[in-house]
């Protein structure tokens, strides 16, 4: 019988562009200071550490976790580093989920961390296409590199081969409404990367093409920072949680999925992100949920595009797919809707430092179930080349 | 893409060994030009087959499982995951086939992948393959815009004439741009395409309101245009380059000749132009260069035409001029008010 697994403290560094002050290790050890300061415990408390750290190119070195994992008072513990593309922060909490259940600790620490931007393309003297080009590394080496894949043109392929099957769906007014109130919610985000940079949906539809359909506003951004986790079995957490006096949010579902990396038949249909879709299912099913519309009221929703946020949302069965725009159109992510999606901003506007976004998401989506008294949250993480991995997490409030 | 004779990492990207100190909130940190750099003698083991035949044979090759017969092109393995590891054999692959899905198209690419842009990448499934091979798409007719190639588009695989053992050697264009001599033709090449008759848009049809609309944007056109000229920033922009530009719109048609920072307007366009623009209406244009919306965005919506792909990088740099002027303009009446 596995055991019940909760979060009971969360951290975040503040989200920058660049950090020229702070390398990955202080940033790190930030997010683990913070963390244990949140559940009022000490670190030698913490049995086994798991790290979430996407791009060796980013950090600058293989093995990146190595040096962090004395640096954060993991001396002589247990310590894992997980990478699955952009979906590594929720990869990185299911796994501590699994082994804290299995009963091999009573505590862990879930780390993630991303120090993308010190890439810099010298024949422009601009960091940005160097970050492209270190993301394009991940593209298939025998097919497709040398055809020129980028991280948004493959999100771009899934989104307009989506837009092929549902043509009415995806209508750019409503990406740009979605934008915009995603740059309301970010307001009240202080970790945020862009908590003052407020736009209008009219600016998000002036906003420059980068690649076809997106906009230049509907593009999560390239960021610095960690997040962190301090996870625990049952027994532990409610003592912690008795010391802290903040409740325990519990992981009761857990679910992933990767689908072929190639399309075609017995492949991957392009035209939709079926990880994402059981990945949710499987998540739910642990957590018992039956009718995820009337049970999930937080979605923290890993968005790299706005579109791909909608069509991932259809996915989980919180809208129908080919009407996600329902999402503003009923009004079920408008203010007051059935749906609080991103409360923290997302990644377009709290921002995107891979390894750690994901457990930013987590830390937010507990955060707001505490405040807000809510009950239900679903966590995601996607990611790799054509959106093939994911991974979701239930979090239920106590 | 890569060629033969070129250095696997172009010196321009390469920095010298160097340092600088940035200073955030009174405290100086250190920052250090690098590189994490690893060289390769990358071993193509079972793709060997594959690459070597798009290089040598012009040939494309797929994979056929012996037991369920799905053909994957390329050919990813040597036995089917989907069969318990059934051996597969490789098997020729015809070179014309569909558009899996809309392809993306990349206007703004990093500089690994500049000369290769504006480009399709997208997903074709040849006849017979049930997979499908990623590959660049590009089309004769101009600029590569969204609505040339979409799903179900019918492509043809064309061959770089130079080619290296990458897939890069090939590419796709759409078959109702070519010949039915040309479509039928296994190892069609690049140079037997024919890229300089591009689609110009018809704008034949011209109403007198139309001639008049012209005139004015005309008068205002070669006032920017010499304002550009004049202006230190915006001359920045164009160091070093040179086209020469005929500039079609209904109701007239001129020249704008970019030289070496000096950017200049003539009532008589170009007689062999570097790239023809088409500004259906020339305020189109005009607001591009006035920088009222980008005419990056302009071309990518179908508002304006050129009749030469590569020519984006050009359009590229009169909107950063347009962006000069404008940041030039709002920087005088920001100093007249102090
Ligand atoms: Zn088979």
Same mark, same amino acid.
């Given at each position: 019988?596995?055991?019940?697994?909760?979060?009971?403290?969360?951290?975040?560094?503040?989200?920058?562009?660049?950090?020229?002050?702070?390398?990955?290790?202080?940033?790190?050890?930030?997010?683990?200071?913070?963390?244990?300061?949140?559940?009022?415990?000490?670190?030698?408390?913490?049995?086994?550490?798991?790290?979430?750290?996407?791009?060796?190119?980013?950090?600058?070195?293989?093995?990146?976790?190595?040096?962090?994992?004395?640096?954060?008072?993991?001396?002589?513990?247990?310590?894992?580093?997980?990478?699955?593309?952009?979906?590594?922060?929720?990869?990185?909490?299911?796994?501590?989920?699994?082994?804290?259940?299995?009963?091999?600790?009573?505590?862990?620490?879930?780390?993630?961390?991303?120090?993308?931007?010190?890439?810099?393309?010298?024949?422009?003297?601009?960091?940005?296409?160097?970050?492209?080009?270190?993301?394009?590394?991940?593209?298939?080496?025998?097919?497709?590199?040398?055809?020129?894949?980028?991280?948004?043109?493959?999100?771009?392929?899934?989104?307009?081969?989506?837009?092929?099957?549902?043509?009415?769906?995806?209508?750019?007014?409503?990406?740009?409404?979605?934008?915009?109130?995603?740059?309301?919610?970010?307001?009240?985000?202080?970790?945020?990367?862009?908590?003052?940079?407020?736009?209008?949906?009219?600016?998000?539809?002036?906003?420059?093409?980068?690649?076809?359909?997106?906009?230049?506003?509907?593009?999560?951004?390239?960021?610095?920072?960690?997040?962190?986790?301090?996870?625990?079995?049952?027994?532990?957490?409610?003592?912690?949680?008795?010391?802290?006096?903040?409740?325990?949010?519990?992981?009761?579902? @857990? !679910?992933?999925? /990767?689908?072929? %990396?190639?399309?075609?038949?017995?492949?991957?249909?392009?035209? #939709?992100? $079926?990880?994402?879709?059981?990945?949710?299912?499987?998540?739910?099913?642990?957590?018992?949920?039956?009718?995820?519309?009337?049970?999930?009221?937080?979605?923290?929703?890993?968005?790299?595009?706005?579109?791909?946020?909608?069509?991932?949302?259809?996915?989980?069965?919180?809208?129908?797919?080919?009407?996600?725009?329902?999402?503003?159109?009923?009004?079920?992510?408008?203010?007051?809707?059935?749906?609080?999606?991103?409360?923290?901003?997302?990644?377009?506007?709290?921002?995107?430092? @891979? !390894?750690?976004? /994901?457990?930013? %998401?987590?830390?937010?989506?507990?955060?707001?179930?505490?405040? #807000?008294? $809510?009950?239900?949250?679903?966590?995601?993480?996607?990611?790799?080349?054509?959106?093939?991995?994911?991974?979701?997490?239930?979090?239920?409030?106590? | 893409?890569?060629?033969?004779?070129?250095?696997?990492?172009?010196?321009?990207?390469?920095?010298?060994?160097?340092?600088?100190?940035?200073?955030?909130?009174?405290?100086?940190?250190?920052?250090?030009?690098?590189?994490?750099?690893?060289?390769?003698?990358?071993?193509?083991?079972?793709?060997?087959?594959?690459?070597?035949?798009?290089?040598?044979?012009?040939?494309?090759?797929?994979?056929?499982?012996?037991?369920?017969?799905?053909?994957?092109?390329?050919?990813?393995?040597?036995?089917?995951?989907?069969?318990?590891?059934?051996?597969?054999?490789?098997?020729?692959?015809?070179?014309?086939?569909?558009?899996?899905?809309?392809?993306?198209?990349?206007?703004?690419?990093?500089?690994?992948?500049?000369?290769?842009?504006?480009?399709?990448?997208?997903?074709?499934?040849?006849?017979?393959?049930?997979?499908?091979?990623?590959?660049?798409?590009?089309?004769?007719?101009?600029?590569?815009?969204?609505?040339?190639?979409?799903?179900?588009?019918?492509?043809?695989?064309?061959?770089?004439?130079?080619?290296?053992?990458?897939?890069?050697?090939?590419?796709?264009?759409?078959?109702?741009?070519?010949?039915?001599?040309?479509?039928?033709?296994?190892?069609?090449?690049?140079?037997?395409?024919?890229?300089?008759?591009?689609?110009?848009?018809?704008?034949?049809?011209?109403?007198?309101?139309?001639?008049?609309?012209?005139?004015?944007?005309?008068?205002?056109?070669?006032?920017?245009?010499?304002?550009?000229?004049?202006?230190?920033?915006?001359?920045?922009?164009?160091?070093?380059?040179?086209?020469?530009?005929?500039?079609?719109?209904?109701?007239?048609?001129?020249?704008?000749?970019?030289?070496?920072?000096?950017?200049?307007?003539?009532?008589?366009?170009?007689?062999?132009?570097?790239?023809?623009?088409?500004?259906?209406?020339?305020?189109?244009?005009?607001?591009?260069?006035?920088?009222?919306?980008?005419?990056?965005?302009?071309?990518?919506?179908?508002?304006?035409?050129?009749?030469?792909?590569?020519?984006?990088?050009?359009?590229?740099?009169?909107?950063?001029?347009?962006?000069?002027?404008?940041?030039?303009?709002?920087?005088?009446?920001?100093?007249?008010?102090?």
């Amino acid at each position: 019988m596995s055991k019940r697994v909760g979060i009971v403290g969360a951290a975040v560094t503040p989200f920058k562009g660049r950090w020229a002050e702070k390398t990955y290790y202080d940033l790190a050890q930030w997010a683990t200071r913070e963390a244990v300061k949140d559940a009022q415990i000490h670190i030698n408390d913490v049995e086994g550490a798991f790290y979430g750290i996407y791009n060796d190119i980013f950090e600058r070195t293989a093995i990146p976790e190595h040096a962090i994992h004395g640096l954060c008072g993991m001396q002589n513990k247990f310590g894992i580093r997980i990478s699955t593309g952009g979906a590594t922060g929720a990869y990185t909490i299911s796994a501590a989920h699994a082994y804290l259940a299995a009963g091999r600790f009573k505590t862990a620490l879930v780390l993630g961390v991303e120090k993308s931007t010190d890439c810099f393309d010298f024949s422009s003297m601009t960091a940005t296409p160097e970050v492209i080009k270190s993301i394009g590394w991940s593209a298939d080496s025998f097919f497709e590199q040398a055809i020129g894949w980028t991280a948004a043109d493959s999100y771009a392929e899934v989104v307009l081969a989506y837009m092929d099957r549902y043509p009415n769906d995806l209508k750019p007014e409503i990406t740009a409404k979605i934008s915009a109130q995603l740059s309301e919610h970010v307001k009240t985000n202080p970790f945020a990367q862009r908590q003052f940079d407020q736009v209008t949906a009219d600016e998000v539809m002036n906003s420059r093409l980068v690649v076809y359909p997106f906009k230049e506003l509907e593009i999560c951004v390239y960021t610095e920072g960690a997040a962190a986790l301090i996870m625990a079995e049952e027994e532990t957490a409610l003592a912690i949680s008795k010391n802290t006096g903040k409740p325990v949010v519990w992981i009761t579902g @857990v !679910g992933e999925a /990767n689908e072929h %990396s190639f399309v075609g038949r017995n492949h991957k249909d392009m035209s #939709r992100i $079926m990880s994402d879709h059981y990945a949710a299912h499987r998540a739910y099913e642990m957590a018992g949920i039956k009718d995820p519309t009337k049970s999930v009221q937080i979605v923290e929703l890993h968005d790299a595009f706005v579109h791909q946020l909608e069509i991932s949302m259809a996915e989980f069965g919180l809208v129908p797919l080919g009407k996600a725009d329902s999402l503003i159109e009923d009004g079920l992510m408008t203010p007051g809707g059935k749906y609080v999606v991103n409360p923290c901003g997302g990644l377009i506007y709290c921002g995107h430092a @891979v !390894g750690a976004s /994901n457990i930013m %998401s987590a830390w937010s989506a507990r955060e707001e179930l505490i405040r #807000r008294g $809510m009950k239900i949250a679903l966590v995601h993480g996607t990611g790799s080349t054509i959106a093939q991995f994911t991974a979701c997490l239930i979090l239920e409030n106590q | 893409m890569r060629k033969h004779n070129e250095k696997v990492i172009p010196d321009i990207y390469i920095p010298d060994v160097g340092s600088e100190v940035e200073t955030v909130n009174g405290q100086k940190y250190l920052v250090a030009n690098d590189a994490m750099y690893t060289f390769y003698k990358r071993t193509k083991g079972e793709f060997s087959p594959f690459f070597l035949a798009l290089r040598d044979d012009k040939k494309v090759l797929g994979c056929k499982c012996r037991e369920c017969g799905l053909v994957r092109v390329p050919p990813f393995l040597t036995h089917c995951p989907d069969c318990n590891f059934a051996p597969t054999e490789l098997v020729e692959i015809d070179q014309v086939g569909v558009m899996n899905s809309t392809p993306p198209i990349t206007y703004f690419a990093s500089s690994l992948f500049a000369d290769m842009a504006p480009y399709g990448r997208g997903r074709v499934i040849l006849k017979g393959a049930d997979t499908a091979l990623s590959v660049n798409l590009y089309t004769t007719t101009g600029i590569l815009v969204p609505g040339i190639i979409e799903r179900g588009t019918e492509v043809k695989i064309v061959f770089r004439d130079e080619r290296i053992g990458e897939v890069s050697d090939i590419f796709c264009v759409p078959t109702s741009e070519l010949s039915p001599e040309q479509v039928a033709k296994k190892g069609l090449l690049e140079s037997e395409i024919d890229w300089e008759h591009p689609q110009e848009p018809d704008i034949s049809d011209v109403s007198s309101k139309d001639k008049a609309v012209f005139k004015k944007a005309f008068a205002k056109m070669r006032s920017v245009i010499n304002e550009m000229n004049g202006n230190a920033r915006a001359r920045k922009d164009i160091a070093s380059w040179k086209r020469d530009i005929l500039v079609k719109s209904r109701g007239g048609q001129f020249g704008i000749f970019i030289n070496d920072g000096n950017i200049t307007l003539e009532d008589r366009g170009p007689d062999s132009p570097d790239f023809v623009i088409v500004s259906q209406d020339l305020r189109t244009l005009l607001d591009g260069l006035t920088y009222r919306g980008a005419i990056t965005d302009m071309i990518i919506t179908k508002k304006i035409w050129i009749s030469k792909n590569k020519e984006f990088i050009t359009v590229f740099k009169l909107d950063r001029m347009a962006r000069s002027l404008a940041r030039s303009k709002r920087a005088s009446i920001m100093n007249s008010k102090v």
